[in-house]
C-alpha cells in the first residue's frame, strides 16, 4: 500500500497549552482552537469583510508608527502582509466558521495571526516565531475585538451597499422604460383581484418604477448611519492603551483606504454597546424585499397563462419550466427573487435577535449579524441584477387582450355614478354581469345617458386619465 507522505507539523503555545497545527499554515494556535471548536456551518467570513478587516489592521499599523508605539521595521512589515492579503493573497487562510466565538474574537485572532506570520517572513523569520512579530502585542496595537469586529462590519457594509444600490437603480430604470412603454396600453384595474376600473399598463409599471426608487433614496440614507465609528475605543469604549491621537489618525488613514466618509462616533460607547445602524440598514433591507415579493407577483399575475391565465404581459422564456409537460415555460426569474427576498427577511429576523442581544458595554452576537448582513447585501444584488436583465427589460404586452379586458370590466359602470347615481350603475354592472353583455351596450339599451355623451362618459381611456389623442 502507498505511504500517506506525513504532513508537517509546528506547535504553538498559549496560556491555556501547547497544540500542533499545520507547518505551513498562517493562523496560528488560536485560530487551530476555533477550528476545532467551531467545525458548525463550513461557511467563513464573506471576502468584504475580510477586506475591511486587513484595512483597519493596516491603518492601525500606520497609526501606531505615527504615534511612535510601534518599531517601524515590523510596522512596516505588517502594512506589507496587509496589503498583500488586499492584492487577494492567503485568502485561505482565514479558515473560522461564521458560527464562532461571541464578538467575533476568534476571527480577529486569525486576522491578528495570519498577518503576523506574513511579517515574520517578510523580516527574514519562520512562521511562529512570535518574538518577531507578536500576533497581540503588534498586529493588535491598540486595538480589542469589540472596537475592530464593530467597525469591519459597518465598513464592509458600506462596501457592498453600493453596488447593491446600483443594481437597484438599474431596476427602477427598467421598470420606468416599461411604464414609458406601456403608456398607451389599455387594460381593466383589478382591485381584490376583482375587476376594477381601468388604468393603463404603463401606469403600473411606472408605480413599480417609483416605489424602488424610494426605497434607493431610503436605503441610501439608512446606510449614512454606518459612517460612525467606534475604532479607538478598544474594550469597553474608554480607549485604554492607546495613545491620545490613535483614534484620529486611524480614522483619517481608514478613509483614505477605503474612500468612504467614515468619521468619529461621537461617544464610544454607544457605538460600541449598540448596533443600531447594523439593524436599521438590514430593515431597510427587509422592506425592498417585501416590495420585490409584491412587484415580482404582480408580474407572475399578470403573466399567468397563457391561454387560462390573465395573459396580459409575457415575461421573457429562459428556460423550460417542466420534466413533465411539453412546452410549459415558466416565470423563473420572478421566483427566484421572491425565493431571495423570503432570505432576506428571515437574515433580518435573525439581525434583530442578535442586535437586542447585547448587555452592558458589548454585543457578542456581532458575528451572526455581519454574516447575514452581507448575505443579504450580495444575494439582493446579484437578484435584482439579473431579474432586470433577464426579466423586467425583455417584458412585451398584449395589448389586444389588455384593451379587451378594458371593454368587459365591469369596474366602467363607476364612470356612470355621476350621472345617473350609485343604485342605478351598480343594476347595469349587475344585467352586464348576467347577461354577458358589455357595460356600453347595457347602457345603450337601458337609454340612461344622451348617445352624444356617451364616449365622453364611457371612454376607458378618459378614465384613466389622459384624454386620446385626436387621429
Known sequence: MPVTPHRRMRKERDFLGEKSLPAEAYYGIQTQRAVENFSISGQRAHPTFIEAYIMIKRAAAVSNMET???????????????????????????VVDIFQAGAGTSFNMNVNEVLANRAIEIL?????????????????????TNDTFPTA?????????????????????????????????????????????PIRLGQEFTAYSRTLKKLSRYIRSTANELCELGIGG???????????LYRTKVIRELRRLTGLPLIAAPDMREAMQSNFPIAALSSALRLLALEIIRISGDLR?????????????????????????????????????????????????????????????????????ISNLLSSIEILTNAMRAFSERCVRGITADEARCRDYAQKSLGLATALAPYIGYHR???????????????????????????????????????????????
Open 68 to 94: 511612535k508605539a510601534l518599531d517601524k521595521r515590523i510596522g512596516r512589515a505588517i502594512v506589507r502582509a496587509a496589503d498583500e492579503v488586499l492584492r487577494g493573497k492567503l485568502r485561505d487562510q482565514f
Open 124 to 144: 527574514g523569520g519562520r512562521k511562529g516565531d512570535y518574538s518577531i512579530v507578536h500576533p497581540n502585542d503588534h498586529v493588535n496595537m491598540s486595538q480589542s
Open 153 to 197: 462590519m459597518r465598513v464592509s457594509a458600506l462596501l457592498t451597499i453600493d453596488d447593491l444600490l446600483k443594481s437597484l437603480d438599474g431596476l427602477a430604470g427598467a421598470f420606468e422604460a416599461k411604464g414609458k412603454e406601456f403608456d398607451h396600453i389599455l387594460k381593466s384595474g383589478r382591485t381584490h383581484l376583482m375587476d376594477a376600473v
Open 234 to 244: 478598544t474594550a469597553v469604549g474608554t480607549g485604554i492603551n492607546t495613545h491620545p
Open 301 to 369: 399575475l399578470l403573466g399567468s397563462g397563457p391561454a387560462t391565465g390573465l395573459g396580459e404581459i409575457d415575461l421573457p422564456a429562459v428556460q423550460p419550466g417542466s420534466s413533465i409537460m411539453p412546452g410549459k415555460v415558466n416565470p423563473v426569474m420572478a421566483e427566484m427573487i421572491s425565493m431571495v427576498a423570503y432570505q432576506v427577511i428571515g437574515n433580518d429576523l435573525a439581525i434583530s435577535m442578535a442586535v437586542q442581544a447585547g448587555q452592558l458595554e458589548l454585543n457578542v452576537m456581532m458575528p451572526v449579524m
Open 425 to 471: 350603475a351598480a343594476e347595469v354592472a349587475r344585467k352586464a354581469l348576467t347577461e354577458g353583455k358589455a357595460i356600453p351596450d347595457v347602457v345603450r339599451e337601458m337609454g340612461l345617458i344622451p348617445e352624444k355623451d356617451f364616449i365622453r362618459i364611457l371612454d376607458p381611456y378618459h378614465m384613466t386619465g389622459k384624454r386620446r389623442r385626436k387621429p
